[in-house]
T-cell receptor, first 108, second 115 residues
Framework: RKEVEQDPGPFNVPEGATVAFNCTYS??????FFWYRQDCRKEPKLLMS???SGNEDGRFTAQLNRASQYISLLIRDSKLSDSATYLC?????????FGQGTELSVKP | EPEVTQTPSHQVTQMGQEVILRCVPI?????FYWYRQILGQKVEFLVS????????KSEIFDDQFSVERPDGSNFTLKIRSTKLEDSAMYFC?????????????FGSGTRLTVV
C-alpha cells in the first residue's frame, strides 16, 4: 500500500467551480501534513499546512481526520492560475513523504 | 524572501560520469535534504543532513551517492557513476528546525539528464 495515496486526476473544471481533493495515508506515526502545489517541471511550493481542526486560507480549506487517516483540500471559486498539480505530503520525523499528486486544470 | 539556490539548472552527462549538484540553503537553516523526481513520478526522499552528517537516507541513496557540506554554505550531492535511471529532477530543501510548524523551502531544482 502506498504511504500517501491520491487520485491522480486530471480534474478538469470551469473557472469558478469548487473542487475537492482527497488523500489517504498509511503510516499513523506521521506527525504533520501539508498540501504543496507543483507547476510543470518546477519545485513543490507549500500551499498550506493541515490541522485536525481544519484550516482555511482564502479560497483554500484543508482538513485532517487522523482517525480515518484522511486529508482533504477544497478550492472554492477556482481561477485559471490554480491549474497545477496538488501534492499531499506527510512529515515523518522531518522526512517528507509525497503522494503522486492530483492534476487540476481550470478552463475558462 | 530567502531562497534555496541550486546550480546548475540543467546538467547533461554521459553514463558512467560523475556529477556534482550544488545547493546553497537558506543561511539560518539547520536541516538539509535532497529529493528527486523522475519525470511523471512522485517526489522521493533521498537523504537528510544535520550537524555535518547524514541523519537518514533512503534505499535509493546507495553507495553511488554522497553528500557534503564543504564550506558552511554549500550543500552538494555527488553521483559517482551515473546511470540512465538517475535522470530526474533533483531538489534541495532546507528547514530551520524540525516539528510540524517548520515549513520546507525547496530550491528550483537541477534537471539531470544521463545519456
Amino acid at each position: 500500500r502506498k504511504e500517501v495515496e491520491q487520485d491522480p486526476g486530471p480534474f478538469n473544471v470551469p473557472e469558478g467551480a469548487t473542487v475537492a481533493f482527497n488523500c489517504t495515508y498509511s503510516n499513523s506515526a506521521s506527525q504533520s501534513f501539508f498540501w504543496y502545489r507543483q507547476d510543470c517541471r518546477k519545485e513543490p511550493k507549500l500551499l498550506m499546512s493541515v490541522y485536525s481542526s481544519g484550516n482555511e486560507d482564502g479560497r483554500f480549506t484543508a482538513q485532517l481526520n487522523r482517525a480515518s487517516q484522511y486529508i482533504s483540500l477544497l478550492i472554492r471559486d477556482s481561477k485559471l492560475s490554480d491549474s497545477a498539480t496538488y501534492l499531499c505530503v506527510s512529515n515523518q520525523g522531518g522526512k517528507l513523504i509525497f503522494g503522486q499528486g492530483t492534476e487540476l486544470s481550470v478552463k475558462p | 524572501e530567502p531562497e534555496v539556490t541550486q546550480t546548475p539548472s540543467h546538467q547533461v552527462t554521459q553514463m558512467g560520469q560523475e556529477v556534482i549538484l550544488r545547493c546553497v540553503p537558506i543561511s539560518n537553516h539547520l536541516y538539509f535534504y535532497w529529493y528527486r523526481q523522475i519525470l511523471g513520478q512522485k517526489v522521493e526522499f533521498l537523504v537528510s543532513f544535520y550537524n555535518n552528517e547524514i541523519s537518514e537516507k533512503s534505499e535509493i541513496f546507495d553507495d553511488q551517492f554522497s553528500v557534503e557540506r564543504p564550506d558552511g554554505s554549500n550543500f552538494t550531492l555527488k553521483i559517482r557513476s551515473t546511470k540512465l535511471e538517475d535522470s530526474a529532477m533533483y531538489f534541495c530543501a532546507s528547514i530551520r528546525g524540525q516539528g510540524p510548524n517548520y515549513g520546507y523551502t525547496f530550491g528550483s531544482g537541477t534537471r539531470l539528464t544521463v545519456v
